[in-house]
């Protein structure tokens, strides 16, 4: 695809995280998935926690259901345990990326691992296609070191979970919803390009300084989400460092959309409310 091709994707809205809670207490920013932004499909649920308060964090997530869809734990700093009912166990550090597919059905645990310090992160929630719902559970699990970087222009570092920036493919394989999930760092006036699919759906989330998203002067600020409309090029550009000086930073995250209906409550996305009554039932008896 040629530059004098590429169609620049524009900000159709600006969306404010929701202070919330969840689990037994802990308190987060929901982006996606509150009344602004209930969804943007694929997308279900976008959480950003950030704390060093102990007690914002420290009674964690404890054993909760889940079935048919995905959740992306990207732990920022932090260390957090999970605990499933099939015998999975592992310690999600800083800079390590959690790819669950709850799949057919699970239970599990998050819970610090660390009694004082900063914990901060997201977790985002992808839908599954209908012929997908009922898989059975898996994980993709990465630590730091295996999430590679891209230095796709000057002044720009990429940390490239899912999808393929300037060479660097992320190490996330999803092929129903195709994903891109990149960290980015960028300085006040570097520049950065991302080709992406014209129809699939795409946000950025700045969780340290401004960046301005693509020809028009449209700033975007700590913690506020992009939805970004049609197009096949994103264009960043660093206006304004985090307030210790170091760079931007974001997260781009893009999807092919499902197009299928949602049934969703609580824990559970299904297709159908009959899906879900099935999923209750089978949650009720034992059944993940």
Do not use: C
């Not at 279900?44 to 909760?64: C, K, N, Q, S, V």
């Not at 699970?106 to 839908?127: A, D, I, Y």
């Not at 975007?220 to 960043?236: I, N």
């Amino acid at each position: 695809m040629s530059q004098l091709q590429a169609t620049p994707r524009a900000v159709q809205r600006i969306v404010h995280g929701l202070p919330t809670s969840d689990g037994a207490g802990v308190k987060l920013r929901r982006v996606i998935g509150q009344p602004q932004l209930p969804d943007l499909d694929p997308f279900l649920m976008l959480d950003e926690f950030g704390t060093d308060r102990a007690e914002d964090y420290i009674a964690g997530f404890p054993d909760h259901p889940h079935r048919g869809f995905e959740t992306v734990t990207y732990m920022l700093d932090g260390r957090m345990r999970h605990r499933d009912n099939h015998g999975n166990e592992g310690v999600l550090v800083p800079g390590s990326v959690q790819w669950m597919t709850a799949g057919r059905g699970l239970v599990h645990s998050e819970m610090p691992e660390q009694q004082e310090g900063r914990m901060r992160g997201f977790q985002l929630w992808l839908n599954l296609p209908a012929r997908e719902k009922m898989t059975e559970p898996k994980y993709q699990e990465f630590g730091p070191e295996r999430i590679p970087s891209a230095a796709p222009a000057p002044g720009v570092t990429a940390k490239v979970i899912a999808g393929t920036v300037a060479g660097v493919t992320g190490p996330i394989r999803q092929p129903a919803t195709d994903p891109t999930y990149v960290d980015l760092a960028i300085a006040p006036g570097a520049r950065f390009e991302q080709q992406l699919p014209a129809d699939y759906a795409a946000f950025l989330y700045v969780f340290e300084g401004e960046i301005q998203v693509g020809t028009e002067p449209q700033a975007v600020r700590t913690h506020e989400l992009a939805v970004l409309g049609e197009g096949t090029l994103v264009q960043l550009k660093g206006l304004k460092a985090a307030g210790n000086g170091s760079p931007a930073r974001a997260i781009l995250v893009a999807g092919r959309p499902l197009k299928e209906p949602v049934a969703k409550y609580g824990p559970f996305v299904m297709n159908t409310r009959a899906e879900l009554q099935r999923a209750f039932e089978d949650f009720q008896a034992g059944r993940f």
